[in-house]
């Protein structure tokens, strides 16, 4: 069996854009922020799964409900009364997904969340001229003012993500690339977590509820590492970490205090943002290689600043080529 691939065999290097505020936000503090999945810039990111979810578990249900129209009276009855195979099926599944995104993103009946994802960005470039010089769309974000790409070296971040998830109550914490579009390479890239979704229709269909539970892993990997196509250009890397919340149903037990990941808020464009520090208290120097000065009409003034910020530290400073200056 072929050994898996990790993210460090792709991209040796990670680069994570940032405007000034941040840069300076990252340096001082020696931290990154993963921010709550309520407050990414795309609201329709995690729900975008459902599409590829509804089309891979379709045929599964409409063998299982094809199966007991023809073995069950009461099925016969059901479909009849839906109106055919059709309608039933697509109820089936969408309450079966409706189950999945309400206990997973929304809370559930007994109280709340049991855990929440946040989610941090990152950018994996193949291209030599882009690990050099950044990515053109990127830098178009930061407009006039110009832009920072941090460059992380990969593997040792992945070191920090596994450090934290063993000590805090994580029910998820992936490193990953993202999967863009709802296609076969897209099915292929997923498939252990899709096939565990799928068997789990057989024990819904027969009112086993527990599935749900023992589905919020692999769902939520699913659901947070899908994005839509037109974004494919950015090779984007996710670090995902869902803890407990500490006022949460305590549906997976109690925990001492200090298991539970400290959710912070901060002020962004828009209003309050609810985050989690990736290393606590900054006791783990940031894997910084590098950090690429933005093109804009402020470059010069941007790098002469950075160079302060970076006075003592062991970490290149380039600037961008590329032309661009808002």
């Known amino acids: 069996m072929a050994k898996k691939k990790e993210v460090w065999d792709e991209f040796s290097s990670l680069y994570h854009y940032t405007n000034q505020a941040g840069l300076l936000g990252i340096l001082s503090s020696n931290n990154l922020w993963a921010t709550s999945y309520k407050f990414m810039n795309d609201a329709?990111?995690?729900?975008?799964?459902?599409?590829?979810?509804?089309?891979?578990?379709?045929?599964?249900?409409?063998?299982?409900?094809?199966?007991l129209e023809s073995s069950n009276n009461e099925a016969r009855e059901k479909v009849s009364a839906f109106g055919g195979l059709d309608d039933v099926v697509k109820h089936e599944l969408q309450a079966f997904l409706d189950t999945?995104?309400?206990?997973?993103?929304?809370?559930?009946?007994?109280?709340?969340?049991?855990?929440?994802?946040?989610?941090?960005?990152?950018?994996?470039?193949?291209?030599?001229?882009?690990?050099?010089?950044?990515?053109?769309?990127?830098?178009?974000?930061?407009?006039?003012?110009?832009?920072?790409?941090?460059?992380?070296?990969?593997?040792?971040?992945s070191d920090i993500v596994a450090a934290q998830a063993s000590y805090y109550r994580y029910y998820v914490a992936h490193f990953s690339d993202v999967v863009y579009g709802q296609g076969r390479d897209a099915i292929r890239a997923l498939s252990t977590e899709?096939?565990?979704?799928?068997?789990?229709?057989?024990?819904?269909?027969?009112?086993d509820a527990s599935c749900f539970d023992e589905l919020y892993h692999p769902f939520t990997s699913l659901a947070t590492r899908t994005k839509h196509f037109g974004f494919r250009e950015e090779n984007e890397v996710r670090i995902v970490l869902a803890p407990a919340l500490k006022n949460g149903p305590k549906v997976f037990g109690s925990y001492r205090d200090q298991e539970y990941k400290p959710v912070l808020t901060r002020q962004g464009p828009l209003g309050p943002v609810a985050y989690i520090e990736l290393i606590e208290d900054g006791a783990v120097e940031l894997p910084i290689k590098?950090?690429?000065?933005?093109?804009?009409?402020?470059?010069?003034?941007?790098?002469?600043?950075?160079?302060?910020?970076?006075?003592?530290?062991?970490?290149?400073?380039?600037?961008?080529?590329?032309?661009?200056?808002?």
């Not at 379709?58 to 094809?66: C, H």
């Not at 899709?194 to 009112?207: I, P, T, W």
């Not at 950075?306 to 200056?325: C, D, I, M």
Request: net charge neutral; aromatic share 14%; hydrophobic share 35%.
């Open 100 to 157: 999945l995104y309400n206990s997973t993103f929304h809370g559930r009946e007994s109280g709340g969340e049991l855990v929440h994802p946040f989610i941090l960005s990152l950018c994996g470039h193949e291209d030599e001229y882009e690990r050099d010089n950044g990515l053109l769309s990127q830098w178009r974000g930061y407009g006039a003012g110009g832009g920072f790409a941090i460059e992380f070296d990969t593997r040792a971040l």
């Open 44 to 67: 329709t990111e995690i729900s975008h799964f459902r599409a590829l979810a509804w089309n891979f578990l379709e045929p599964e249900f409409r063998k299982i409900s094809s199966e």
């Open 290 to 326: 590098r950090i690429i000065v933005g093109p804009s009409r402020y470059q010069e003034r941007n790098f002469e600043a950075a160079k302060f910020a970076l006075s003592g530290r062991n970490v290149q400073l380039t600037r961008s080529h590329t032309p661009y200056v808002g």
């Open 194 to 207: 899709l096939n565990m979704l799928k068997s789990a229709v057989q024990r819904f269909y027969d009112g």
